[in-house]
């Protein structure tokens, strides 16, 4: 059967954009918005790309914005020495994009109809949890899987541990797996005391 796990998932452009607003204030809110719709024109037009932070501080035009510690969990994930020509900015059309709700995968949560596992980190500031109890509700096979914690933190040490192990037993439960792996210990057991005490009788009584 198929199945779906989601971590900490983006669900919703309009709650994002409106957290934004929250985060920036509306000037800024409003700044990045005319870069959005200006860069998306200008991909049209064939004209250069317009870029924003991708990682910034509280009240920046970043589109994830961080406190030092959730920055240095989100740093940590990356390697020593980049490849290909990484740089800290996304182009500003996203701002456009999430604004006019283009990316909102929550509205087709109802029509997915395997089981699906939602991970939720409840100190998430980027993906926040109410997002994906909302989803959880709306799915047709929905379960619900929380870790307290940070976005980025969910993917460190133990919790991080914690979380694939949890996920592959979903997808043990859900695929059959673990049904099989247990049919098959069963039929590669060796026999027990009263199966053996059978052989015996029958050895006997031939």
Not at 61 to 70: I, Y
């Amino acid at each position: 059967m198929l199945t779906h796990a989601l971590q900490v998932p983006h669900l919703d452009a309009r709650a994002a954009t409106l957290m934004s607003i929250k985060k920036r204030g509306v000037p800024k809110a409003l700044l990045s918005l005319v870069l959005g719709a200006a860069d998306a024109l200008g991909a049209r037009l064939g004209l250069p790309p317009i870029y924003l932070p991708l990682v910034g501080p509280a009240g920046s035009l970043a589109f994830m914005q961080l406190n030092d510690f959730e920055t240095k969990e989100y740093y940590s994930k990356h390697p020593p020495v980049y490849q290909g020509g990484w740089q800290n900015k996304a182009r500003a059309a996203l701002v456009w994009e999430l604004f006019v709700g283009r990316y909102s995968p929550i509205q087709y949560v109802p029509d997915i109809a395997c089981p699906i596992q939602f991970v939720a980190a409840t100190e998430d500031v980027l993906c926040p949890v109410d997002q994906v109890l909302k989803a959880v509700g709306l799915a047709q096979q929905g379960s619900l899987l929380s870790r307290q914690c940070t976005h980025f933190e969910l993917y460190r040490g133990k919790l991080f541990q914690g979380l694939v192990t949890a996920q592959v037993a979903f997808f043990r439960q859900h695929t059959g797996l673990a049904k099989a792996k247990a049919k098959a210990a069963a039929v590669a057991a060796p026999a027990g005391p009263e199966n053996d005490a059978e052989g015996v009788n029958d050895q006997g009584s031939a």
